[in-house]
């Protein structure tokens, strides 16, 4: 038997008769249904079958019909019905169910449902891939760990950032972070100020209009780049003066800033005072204390008696430093004297959270890990590495502390540019090929290049008879300084040589000794043009920062976040009407050397 296209031509035929009657029968059946579908005719047959069964589904096909359409005319009524009863209940009716307002798309719910909100920012000031893949392998090596351990930086990478400044491919620190504070690019040296030369509002400063409490935490001077761009405007970063004046609440906006913790005491002394490098006579510190309500700290046991953040009188102002905190390499062995990063971290975080506990708005908090970038203009790797160590240890703590708080909060991470040119590798032209690096150089040092600098200048300065006695000098530096703090026991005559002969000059030169040794190269003793990391808590309001990113979306970010947008372009608006700018420089960059070259002094002469 062959089957027809309906049938399987294997169908097994020893089945019964009536098993190939059902199957012919359903052949003509749906023979029938194409004829009806195609309006084409079938052939007839001897049996009247074919008919009947016809009848019979023409009569299903209408019973369907009519069930269908009274069931469409039922779903209507029940419908209408329902409408009817909706809209006769009142709105106001508290017993009737209300739709809730749902969070916009690409949020989430507040862990406290009424939208309050923390964000905790933080800057690597200076530091590059390069320099978490220097960390990453010195840690693994110090500690003996597997080579798959990784940073808690690493694990939150987030995507990258472009850091072009509006004057040149490579920025500097003022415009980097006027790009993070105002969400604009401007000319480099510019303090939250645009190209124009007119003052942008920050995103702290919105922040605190709106009923946010504010805070700045950094290990350089306060009145550094970073912390000024927040809290203050000015044309160049080095008006360090008047940036201090601001920060306090002595501009055009008021206060802005409840809590300050950091470096930089020399700003605020009258120059009358020892320790001061202000140009004038203004206690700033003193203002600070009696017209704007500061409570004033100032070395170890004042930071103490804040308990971590459980005994803090808001605002607060802590200079822990003349100038810069030392290098963490030095500080852990002066932590009598000096808080750490992560410390401030801690007590600021704590600090603001309470005095936020029983309001209707968070926290916004800035945190710089600013001596990243100081190791990388000095080239010292064994420095640079203990400030990336400490930074990933702030890092960890802020992430404990926003999982553990009852506040939604964020934090997001980033740098405003990479230092030194940093390679994990060193050879010279000519040289065969030697691809490796050698963390265990940077672990034996136990002090910063800096700090070797400053022993130097107090032993020349105690001893001026050496200055003479350059082979007595030279074994003194061997044995005191590359022996007994760089760990290098195999230092070359000419090395020692040039440092004994230009001691100046032992910064820089002591840095080198360890890089070569630790086979790290440095393109540069200044900034650099690639891109950066970026980092977060993890939030689906970040999603906007994953990829490649400009400077100036995360800006935007942090002012979208807080829900400020408004408040800063209100800001920009009064600080253009109210500040009394003077003229504008006509050279910019005459000014930059001449104002570093004045802060440069002054940081070597305290």
Known sequence: MLGSERTPLLADESRSGRRRRDSAASDRLAEEEDALLTSTTTPSTPSTSGSTIWRSRRVREILL??????????????????????????????????????????????KNGNGKRNLVFMVSDGMGPASLALTRSFRQLVDDLPIDDTLTLDKHFWGTSRTRSDSSLVTDSAAGATAFSCGRKSYNGAIAMTPDFQPCGTVLEAAKRAGYMTGLVVTTDITDATPACFASHVYYRAQEDEIALQEIGEGVLGRTVDLILGGGRCHFLPNTTRGSCRTDSVDVAGLAREKHGWTYVDDRSGFDSLRLGRNVSLPVLGLFAGTDIPFELDRKNMADVYPSLSEMAAT????????????DQGFFLMIEGSRIDHAGHFNDPAAQVREVLEYDKTFKHVLEFLEESETDGVLVATSDHETGGLALAWQTPGELPKYLWHPSTLARANASAEHLYFLLREHLDSNLDLVKDVQGLKEWINSKLVVGHLGITDALDSELDTIASNPDAALQLFSHMISRRARVGWSTAGHSGVDVNIYSSGHPDTDKLRGNVENTDVGEFLREYLGVQDGVQEVTTELREKMKLPQPPTNLEDLQMEQLARRLITRTDM
């Open 65 to 110: 019909f009519t069930w269908a359409l009274l069931a469409t005319a039922a779903v209507i009524v029940l419908a209408v019905v329902i409408q009817h009863r909706n809209s006769s209940s009142s709105p106001s009716d508290p017993t009737t169910p209300q739709p809730q307002p749902q969070p916009p798309s690409g949020t989430s719910i507040p």
């Open 348 to 359: 600021a975080l704590t600090a603001l959270e309470e005095a936020t506990r029983d309001s």
